[in-house]
C-alpha cells in the first residue's frame, strides 16, 4: 500500500509540475482520455489561426510578421507557406482520423474542411493568400516539404478532397524546386521528400535527388541513434525536427512503391527507436526539457520522433504507452497550459517558453514557429487505442531522482 502511495505521489508531483507535499493532497492523475482533452485543446489552439484564416483568406492580413534578430532574407515570401505546411504537418493525422459527433470530432471535422478551403484558396492566383515555389530562393524546398509530409500523412484527408486545378498547382509547384539546391545538411531530405510525394503520387520525380539524400544519411549517420546534421555533428534538436521522422516517412514511400527494400527501412526505424529513447530520457520530471542548439522557438517539436514512434505504434520496447503518454503531456502543459506562447490573438511569439525574441535565429519568423504542431502526432490514434488508455506512468527522469529502479543505459551498434 505504502508503494502504490508512494508512486501516485510522484505522478502527481511530475504532471502537475507540484511539490511532494502537495502531491500528497491532490486528486489522483488525469487518465488517458484527459490528457487526450488537453492535447487537442492544443493542438487546435496552435493550429486553428493558420488554418482558419487561409480559409477566410485573411491568412496574410492577421498573420502577424515577428522576425529573428538579424534575419537575412524576405519573410513575406516564405513565412506564410512556412506556417501552412508546418502546421498541416503536425495537425494531419489527426485529421486523417474518421469523423464522429464528439466534441472533438466536430473541432476535427472544422478543421479539415477549413484546411481543404484554405489550401484551395492558396493555390488559386486571384485569392489574398496565394503561395508560390517558385520564387528566386532555395527557401521553399524546405517549406513544400512539410506540405508533403502532411500529404503524405493524411492522403485522403487532405490530398484527395482538393480540386484539380489545386492539385495541377501543387505537383507544377513541386517540380519547380528543381531548380534550386538544397543546402548540405538536412535540407537533403526536403528536397527527397519533395520528389517522394511526386512518386507516390505517380507523377514523374527525380531520383537522383532522392538518393543523394539516402545515401548522405547513410554516411552521416553518427552511431546509438544519432545523425550528424552534414559533415561535422551538431548538438541540437535537428535528429527529430527533421531527420529521423522524414528519413522513415521517405523510406515508407520508397518501400510502397517498390524503390527500396524494406531492411533498409527497418534499420531506419531501429535508429529513429533508439533516439527515441534518448528523448524520453531528456524530459525532466517538471516536463521541461535541456535548451541546446539552434531552433529552440520551435518548442515541442523536439520530440518529433518521440512523437513519431508512438503514431508508428514503434515505441521501443523499454518504453511504454503510458510513460511516454505522461512525459509529452507533461512537456505539453508546461508550455500549453497557460498563454504565454501566445500574443492576445492567438498567435505564437518568438520564444521557447513566452516572448524570447532574442532566443530566435535568423532564419525564423512567425511561420517558423508552428513546427510545434509536430509533437501531436499521437492524436492520430484512435481514442481507444493502448497509446491514450494505458495508465499513465512515471518516465525515467522521474523514477531516477526519486530512488525508483531503472534500466541501465548502453549504446546500440546499428
Same mark, same amino acid.
Given at each position: 500500500? *505504502?508503494? $502504490?502511495?508512494?508512486?501516485? #505521489? ?46 477566410? &483568406? ?14 537575412? $532574407?524576405? @519573410? ?12 498541416? @504537418? ?10 464522429? +459527433? ?9 478543421? =479539415? ?24 530562393? =532555395? ?5 513544400? @516539404? ?5 500529404? *503524405? ?10 480540386? $484539380? ?6 505537383? #507544377? ?12 545538411? +538536412? ?6 521528400? /519533395? ?33 550528424? /546534421? ?101 512537456? #505539453?502543459?508546461? *508550455? ?11 498567435? *505564437?511569439?518568438?520564444?521557447?517558453? &513566452?516572448?524570447?525574441?532574442?532566443? @530566435? ?5 512567425? &511561420? ?27 518516465? #525515467? ?11 541501465? /543505459? ?5
Amino acid at each position: 500500500m *505504502l508503494k $502504490s502511495s508512494f508512486f501516485f #505521489t510522484l505522478l502527481l508531483m511530475c504532471l502537475g509540475s507540484i511539490s511532494t507535499a502537495n502531491a500528497q493532497k491532490a486528486p489522483l492523475p488525469p487518465n488517458g482520455q484527459q490528457d487526450r482533452a488537453f492535447w487537442v485543446k492544443s493542438l487546435y489552439k496552435i493550429s486553428y489561426p493558420v488554418i482558419h484564416h487561409l480559409a477566410m &483568406g485573411t491568412l496574410k492580413q492577421q498573420m502577424p510578421l515577428e522576425l529573428g534578430p538579424g534575419y537575412y $532574407s524576405d @519573410a513575406k515570401q516564405f513565412t506564410y507557406l512556412e506556417a501552412i505546411g508546418r502546421t498541416l @504537418a503536425g495537425v494531419a493525422p489527426w485529421l486523417a482520423l474518421p469523423d464522429d +459527433n464528439t466534441e472533438e470530432g466536430n473541432m476535427r471535422r472544422q478543421l =479539415r474542411q477549413e484546411a481543404v478551403k484554405g489550401l484551395n484558396n492558396a493555390c488559386n492566383p486571384a485569392d489574398p493568400d496565394f503561395i508560390r515555389f517558385d520564387i528566386d530562393d =532555395r527557401q521553399p524546398i524546405v517549406d513544400a @516539404a512539410y506540405l508533403a509530409a502532411a500529404f *503524405l500523412r493524411a492522403p485522403k484527408a487532405l490530398w484527395a478532397p482538393l480540386d $484539380s486545378n489545386t492539385k495541377k498547382y501543387l505537383i #507544377t509547384g513541386f517540380k519547380s524546386l528543381r531548380t534550386r539546391s538544397a543546402a548540405y545538411n +538536412n535540407w537533403l531530405l526536403f528536397a527527397a521528400i /519533395d520528389e517522394a510525394f511526386l512518386l507516390q503520387l505517380g507523377e514523374q520525380y527525380d531520383p537522383a535527388r532522392i538518393q543523394f539524400g539516402l545515401e548522405k544519411m547513410k554516411e552521416w549517420y553518427a552511431g546509438d541513434g544519432w545523425y550528424s /546534421d552534414g559533415p561535422l555533428f551538431s548538438m541540437d534538436y535537428y535528429n527529430s525536427f527533421v531527420i529521423h521522422p522524414m528519413l522513415i516517412d521517405l523510406l515508407s514511400v520508397l518501400v510502397t512503391q517498390k524503390k527500396s527494400d524494406t531492411a533498409t527501412y527497418h534499420i531506419a526505424l531501429k535508429r529513429m527507436q533508439r533516439y527515441a529513447e534518448f528523448q524520453e530520457r531528456m524530459i525532466a520530471p517538471d516536463g521541461t526539457f535541456p535548451v541546446f542548439g539552434r531552433s529552440m522557438t520551435y518548442r515541442n517539436a523536439a520530440f518529433q520522433a518521440l512523437a513519431q514512434c508512438a503514431l508508428l505504434k514503434q515505441l521501443p520496447e523499454t518504453l511504454s504507452n503510458g510513460q511516454v503518454r505522461a512525459a509529452l503531456t507533461a512537456v #505539453t502543459k508546461s *508550455l500549453f497550459a497557460g498563454n504565454q506562447n501566445f500574443d492576445k490573438n492567438g498567435w *505564437l511569439v518568438l520564444g521557447l517558453n &513566452g516572448h524570447q525574441p532574442m532566443l @530566435a535565429d535568423a532564419y525564423t519568423s512567425t &511561420g517558423s514557429l508552428y513546427m510545434a504542431t509536430l509533437s501531436f502526432l499521437p492524436l492520430g490514434l484512435p481514442a481507444d487505442d493502448p497509446f491514450w488508455t494505458e495508465p499513465a506512468a512515471p518516465w #525515467t527522469s522521474v523514477k531516477a531522482w526519486s530512488g525508483q529502479s531503472i534500466k541501465k /543505459d548502453y549504446k546500440v551498434n546499428y
